[in-house]
């Protein structure tokens, strides 16, 4: 069974890091690319950032870029999603998604507030 | 980057009856790369449809896709009860992956 698991959210204060991960199985993980994409409360989705396969290959929304940095660790079967400079508007639950997208994970919560 | 629009915002049905979502894109969407995905309260979306009218793995028959270019349709074909969620449109074939607002299928 395809699991993705992310962990590492919670109550952060503006200005603030984190740093979110996520554990997959039950599919082959480094012959996936993987995307992070993050759901505001109420809204809609937003990809926020691409990693491919090898890792070779990363993308990020005009709206995170230069404050979130992706990883992988294919031996670890691991995704990470390093967030620093945290504002308010950054508060959504964040998804992993691996391939174009085929597999969601059940989320992790992010807040940013005083 | 590729811009979605959905239609209706809100579609409000009857279980049985058939719903007929929209998603039109700003510009072609390369090689009919057009996902839906099915989001319920309180859950992680799951993916229905890729290509644009592939099933994915263990969705049922009545869920269907179809389009190419820029318009595309996801079509429900008799509403069972947990069938009433949103449903996004999403694009993968030209970078950066976006999707659309979202469709509201609620019960009347």
């Known amino acids: 069974e395809v699991q993705l698991v992310e962990s590492g959210g919670g109550l952060v204060q503006p200005g603030g890091s984190l740093r979110l991960s996520c554990a997959a199985s039950g599919f082959t993980f480094s012959h996936y690319e993987v995307n992070w994409v993050r759901q505001a409360p109420g809204k809609g989705l937003e990809w926020i950032s691409y990693i491919s396969s090898s890792g070779s290959t990363i993308y990020y929304a005009d709206s995170v870029k230069g404050r979130l940095t992706i990883s992988r660790d294919n031996a670890k079967n691991s995704l990470y999603l390093q967030m620093n400079s945290l504002r308010a508007e950054d508060t959504a639950i964040y998804y992993c998604?691996?391939?174009?997208?085929?597999?969601w994970g059940q989320g992790t919560l992010v807040t940013v507030s005083s | 980057e590729i811009v979605l629009t959905q239609s209706p915002g809100t579609l409000s049905l009857s279980p049985g009856e058939r719903a007929t979502l929209s998603c039109r894109a700003s510009?072609?969407?390369?090689?009919?790369?057009l996902a839906w995905h099915q989001q319920k309260p309180g859950q992680a979306p799951r993916l229905l449809i890729y290509g644009a009218s592939s099933r994915a793995t263990g969705i049922p028959d009545r869920f269907s896709g179809s389009g190419s270019g820029t318009d595309f349709t996801l079509t429900i074909s008799r509403l069972e009860p947990e069938d009433f969620a949103v449903y996004y449109c999403q694009q993968y074939g030209t970078s950066p992956l976006t999707f659309g607002p979202g469709t509201k299928v609620d019960i009347k």
């Open positions: 510009q072609s969407v390369s090689s009919s790369y």
């Open positions: 998604a691996a391939g174009s997208i085929d597999y």
